[in-house]
């Protein structure tokens, strides 16, 4: 087994880590590097030591085959022996940030890879174990900048750019409403001229008769 330990310039937020031909599964590296990535180091550590302390497993979602359920997941193991070398490697990292000057409490794991290795030859007096493993690991610090911009780029006063316009509306259709009642005042005194009119022409009509009936009494 071979550990290799690099360390970024200064001025940069990175560090990393190898471990190189660990005599781990292969399989079980790759589950928890899928599970472990994108985490914090703290979070990465404290979940390693419960893997070792058989108190919470390791979901496994990709060599699923002949592998029983846990409590609480679907499949999952307890790989001890290689849960104890990715938390050397965690810890590795993190001495290598502080190193450069990075903060050990604010780190986050950005790149973890676990690849296959050569298998050495075993047979006769050499027998040994046949699985091999790589280790790789990345962390980078989180910037504290980022932080603060997202709490202040929420717009805040949206809302009373909303309420003049709603009122400029609602003086439009009470001044539209007004404009609309004055016609029809007007319609309704025009019918009244027709009904003078016929009154006029009653007595015309009743005149008429009555001189016929005069003459004809007088004949």
Do not use: C
């Not at 990715?86 to 450069?100: G, M, Q, R, T, Y």
């Not at 911009?149 to 316009?165: C, L, N, R």
């Not at 003078?196 to 015309?204: I, M």
């Amino acid at each position: 087994m071979a550990v290799e330990q690099k360390n970024g310039t200064e001025g940069t937020h990175l560090a990393t880590a190898q471990m190189r031909s660990l005599p781990i599964s292969t399989k079980h590296s790759i589950e928890i590097s899928r599970h472990l990535r994108f985490k914090s180091s703290t979070a990465a550590k404290t979940f390693l030591e419960k893997v070792i302390t058989l108190s919470e497993p390791v979901p496994f979602k990709r060599f699923v085959r002949d592998i029983g359920h846990k409590k609480g997941m679907a499949s999952g193991r307890f790989p001890v022996k290689a849960a104890k070398s990715f938390l050397a490697l965690v810890k590795s990292a993190e001495k290598n940030a502080e190193d450069i000057g990075l903060d050990p409490s604010s780190l986050k794991i950005v790149h973890l890879l676990a690849n296959k290795a050569s298998i050495p030859m075993t047979g006769g007096r050499t027998k040994g174990a046949t699985k091999r493993t790589h280790l790789e690991i990345k962390v980078a610090e989180l910037a504290k900048k980022e932080k603060g911009k997202t709490k202040k780029s929420a717009p805040a006063k949206a809302k009373p750019a909303e309420k003049p316009v709603k009122k400029v509306e609602k003086v439009e259709e009470k001044s539209v409403e007004k404009v609309e009642e004055k016609p029809v005042e007007v319609e309704k005194t025009e019918p009244a001229k027709p009904v003078t009119e016929q009154k006029t022409e009653n007595p015309t009509q009743k005149t008429t008769p009555n001189q016929d009936t005069t003459k004809g009494e007088a004949q």
